[in-house]
């Protein structure tokens, strides 16, 4: 809005030169920030408002994996107990089962110290979570799958193509409802950045380019120390940190993608860059280790980072640091990070091409101050620029700048605190609204297509490892 559109509005005219400058900002500024409200509101529309589901009654779950994503995805019935309900847990470690187990009322009988053991068990609740590692999908989804389960399945879905694919197919097969994890597609942002596409705000898309920055210690901490490091134990980063984003592209192109070209290495954390001295953990008085970024006595003591994959560390206090040191001396999230045996990539790009004749790119950095994934999408009567908390629509025609901001929409506030910008809750209520109503329109993807953003992955990385362009069939 203009200066000269805002007086005019207000009914100010040329009476207004008495009023002081500044009091005229201000009340341009409310102006301005209304419309954006406004506008925020409406472009998201009505998709992503209620977290509670509609169904009958509480859907019951069997959850296997109770870490941190198993418990994302169980604190669902803490907050709508009329609506899911955690009738069994499985966990390896016994401290993560009792803790799940007892927040959640679960009997002594449905308390499993391995899955297996939980679906010898005959057929007893709805649904079954699984929040396990990534190399322990298959077995476990397959069985759950031939006992008639419906799955809500943590991503990736399984280390290799081959799996994934028979997981879908079985799963098609047995007639079950499957919700993949893809959290970011419930995310109000990326709710919103769809609407745009959908209502013609932009014409016709023609390209998209997405960009995720791993800030730097999250990447040494996931992908060099931690559970993804390697990747012959998981997936490729590309499918272990990015399917999400992939997802993401399919979800917003809306048609299948039919060839990719990758690109990527690991440059920088191998033993050839570790600096001479360096001990073989941080705790072992490395003389590097005050200034080493990746530090991990910096990242978990002295900023109390990713430090949720410490089971049962006091609270605070020098007692809990002395606790953190001890753990860093006895596991891989203390080793310094030149002398570890990663192998993912931590740069990498991907270029795509669809069906429709949309095209885009991605790009994954390990070396960014800040994560949080940049967006933009080109169409034919206007663009799209966004950083997964704000984006600006242009219109070519008139030049308007529309600014959808999460913080002007009221309603967006209660996802702050539920992870993959508001996604995690949104997903598990859609899960339970498809398999309390038995109707798999709740989830905006299906099990087919699903799969077939993981397999844009898997052909990426036999891109990137063999230097050309791969189709995908």
Same mark, same amino acid.
């Given at each position: ?10 009914? &100010? ?10 009091? &005229? ?23 992503? =408002? ?22 994302v995805y169980a604190s669902y019935a803490e907050q709508y107990p009329d609506c899911m309900k955690v009738v069994g847990v499985a966990d390896?470690?016994? *401290? ?6 007892? +927040?959640? #009322? ?6 499993? /110290? ?38 809500? @399945? ?15 197919? $079985? ?5 079950? =409802? ?26 016709? @898309? ?26 012959? #134990? ?32 690991? %440059? ?10 360096? +001990?073989? $953990?941080?705790?072992? *008085? ?12 910096? =990242? ?6 990713? +430090? ?73 009567? *206007? ?6 908390? +704000?984006? %600006?629509?242009?219109?070519? $025609?008139?030049?308007?700048?529309? #600014?959808?901001?999460? $913080? ?14 508001? *996604? ?18 709740? &989830? ?5 297509? /699903? ?18 362009? =791969?189709?995908?069939?």
């Open positions: 809005m203009t200066r000269a559109e805002f007086l005019k509005i207000m009914g &100010l005219g040329i009476a207004s030169a008495a009023v002081a400058p500044s009091a &005229l900002a201000r009340a341009e500024k409310v102006a301005d920030e209304a419309t954006s409200a406004e506008a925020s509101k409406r472009i998201l529309g009505n998709k992503a =408002i209620d977290l509670k589901a509609k169904v009958p009654q509480a859907v019951t779950v069997l959850i296997l994996g109770a870490g941190q994503r198993g418990d390896i470690n016994p *401290g993560r089962l009792k803790k799940m187990s007892d +927040t959640h #009322n679960v009997p002594a009988d449905c308390r499993f /110290s391995d899955w297996k053991d939980a679906l010898a068990r005959p057929k007893f609740a709805d649904a079954v979570v699984i929040a396990l590692p990534d190399n322990m999908h298959y077995e476990p989804a397959m069985k759950a799958l031939d006992m008639g389960y419906h799955m809500l @399945l943590e991503k990736p879905v399984a280390p290799t193509e081959a799996e994934c694919v028979a997981i879908r197919d $079985r799963a098609n097969e047995k007639g079950a =409802i499957v919700g993949v994890c893809h959290v970011l597609r419930y995310a109000p942002y990326f709710v919103a950045l769809k609407n745009v596409i959908d209502s013609g705000m932009i014409g016709q @898309l023609v390209s998209v380019q997405h960009f995720e920055p791993i800030q730097y210690a999250h990447m040494a901490h996931s992908y060099v120390r931690g559970n993804w490091h390697n990747s012959k #134990n998981c997936t490729p980063i590309i499918l272990a940190k990015s399917c999400h984003d992939l997802d993401i592209i399919r979800w917003l192109v809306d048609s299948p993608c039919k060839s990719v070209a990758a690109y990527g290495d690991l %440059t920088f954390f191998t033993p050839a860059n570790r600096p001479e001295g360096a +001990t073989a $953990r941080c705790t072992d *008085g490395c003389p590097h280790e005050s200034k080493c970024p990746y530090s991990a006595i910096d =990242i978990y003591c002295n900023k109390n980072q990713h +430090t949720y994959v410490f089971d049962d560390l006091p609270a605070s206090g020098e007692e809990r640091r002395r606790e953190l040191l001890r753990r860093l001396a006895t596991t891989d999230y203390g080793r310094c990070v030149f002398a570890m045996d990663n192998d993912q990539c931590d740069h990498y790009v991907m270029s795509m091409e669809f069906d429709n004749g949309v095209t885009a790119s991605f790009a994954m950095e390990a070396f960014f101050a800040k994560g949080g994934r940049r967006t933009r999408l080109m169409g034919t009567h *206007g663009s799209v620029e966004g950083d997964m908390k +704000t984006f %600006t629509i242009t219109d070519f $025609r008139t030049g308007e700048k529309t #600014n959808w901001d999460s $913080r002007h929409v009221k309603e967006v506030a209660k996802y702050a605190a539920h992870g993959h910008g508001g *996604g995690d809750l949104s997903l598990a209520r859609d899960f339970v609204n498809a398999v309390g109503n038995n109707d798999t329109s709740y &989830l905006t993807s299906s099990i087919d297509v /699903s799969i077939e953003s993981h397999l844009m992955g898997f052909k990426a990385e036999e891109s990137r490892l063999k230097d050309k362009k =791969i189709a995908i069939s």
